[in-house]
């Protein structure tokens, strides 16, 4: 069947099912954000893309070892999305432990972090270091791959907070390309010295920073037959077809116009030949009524097809059956770009701005051609607006975006030295399916994964285990902050009595009711030894109470609120002797 899912699939030529490992391998633990699967016609993002990709070519490809999957539950549902896309694909290997689990099973201080390394696959660096402060007295690596670093908001809630936490030298944040590791950078530079000068504190970020692309499934994009694509998908069959897949929107992605006014010029300098620009995704729809507008006043109806949205699982076949793919994007929101990635794989010359990651994937005049982009600086009226009520529109970046020009000379240059030159076509093709297998086929990016992570336990392994700080300066402290809410305290020596209703537990005429079981952990056990204890004793000071239970391994704090739940709902009462404290 022609139309499949675009997703990674076990290559039919690669022996996955290798014999079960002598030793554990290594032991990986990954954060899984709940991202919802995108349905046809949602509008699809890259970073979506990049963070499945990445999971799904882990588990194809990665090393013998444990992976622990580790995802938030919805505290409403209780629920623990069960991601069987990963489990069927493990289903490939028996060289390989896998868990998914909840996270809140490591928050807590006798928590077991039996992994040897945390990785994040969107960026939630600070978030994995306060779990290894709070909860972990070993210092494991952490390693967090990110697909954005402009938004405004990020300067306070993650440049910031990242240089806030305690990080080491082995600590890494992935970068996908040269360009996106010198921003984050300039940027963690531009926070330090914005601290100095206003708040005189000296911060500086401590980790590491390495540079690893993101991949493509060259099982999925490669070349196929033209014609017989365009019949399937209802494109013109002799046509010189110029392809642009991705999200429309300039505010954030690319101003198609100026490609609009290089087509219009490629149309009039080519009258015999039959030329379409295709034009496929998805955006807002002020953004696709602006475009047609254009289309209409250059008078390229009948030049431009307009796929909106292109099924996201078709976009193998759309690449595959193209001429050229085309990319003029201008905004700082990129990092990296996959969609050039994509027509590389398909063996489609790629002819896109010379702009961030695409000056690191494309390779001038062999897989196609950098088009020169030229930017001044004119952005202080800009970002003083920006992340003021703004609703983080991303208004700011398009209009930064419009200081950005792309040559629309070398554009055209390019474009028509393809029209005129099927060898040279053909030539940039083979070029550059070649680089994307041997370079950006996901099996190489997980290689370089695994090279980065043994680098960080070797450089760890090597270093005294620093003493980790329990409660940062993000910890909320809810008793200390608060405690003045209500009317007294309970401490220590508080007297706890049973209440006739726990008498009536204990004696079996009525049973304890948790309405809440489905979001607390009171154990029923617990409960009912609570009961007993006062029972026979009649009443109790609150801490002795607590501290019976420390042979049960349970805190003192856990057995505090169990005692408070009893409290809370008549099963037992503040004795008349009120030692508590206002």
Known sequence: MLFQHSILRVPENDKLVMNKPHSKGKRLAVYLDNYTSAQEGDIVYGRDVAVNDFLKGLLLYGQSGEYKFYQSSDALKKSIDSRQDLLDIAKYRNDLFIE??????????????DFDIWHETDADFAEAISLRERYCTRPYPISAAFNVLS????????????????????????????????????IFDGVSERLRKSHNINLSFKGNTEIIPLGVDTN????????????KLGLPLDAFIILWIGRISPFDKADLLPLLLVFQILVKDNPNREIKLVIGGSGENIFNVIIDKCIVDLHLTNHIILIRPLPASLRHFYHACADVFVSPADNIQETFGITPLEAMACGIPQVVSDWNGYRDTVKHGQTGFLIPTYMADLDEEIVIKSGIYDNYDLLDHFEFAQTVAIDLKAFLTALQALIDSPALCKKMSE???????????????????????????????????????NKTYDTPAFYKNFNHYASAKVIDTTIIEISLKGTQVVNKQIFITNYYAYFNDFSVKILHRILIILQIAQKQKFKELTEQFRKSNLSPEKTGRHIMFLLKYGYLQIGDNLNIST
Do not use: M
């Open 100 to 113: 998914i689990k909840d996270i809140n099973s490591l928050k807590s201080k006798n928590a077991i972090f």
């Open 151 to 186: 938004y405004q908001s990020l300067l306070h809630d993650w440049y910031l907070e990242i240089l806030l936490k305690k990080t080491f030298d082995y600590d890494t944040i992935i970068c996908n390309s040269t360009a996106a590791k010198k921003g984050l950078l300039n």
């Open 220 to 231: 999925i994009f490669k070349p196929g037959d033209k014609k017989e694509l365009r019949l």
């Open 431 to 469: 070029n550059s399916r070649e680089r994307a297998v041997n370079i950006y086929d996901w099996k190489n990016i997980i290689y370089l994964h695994e090279q980065l992570w043994q680098h960080q336990l070797d450089k760890s392994n090597k270093q005294v285990n620093i003493p980790v700080f």
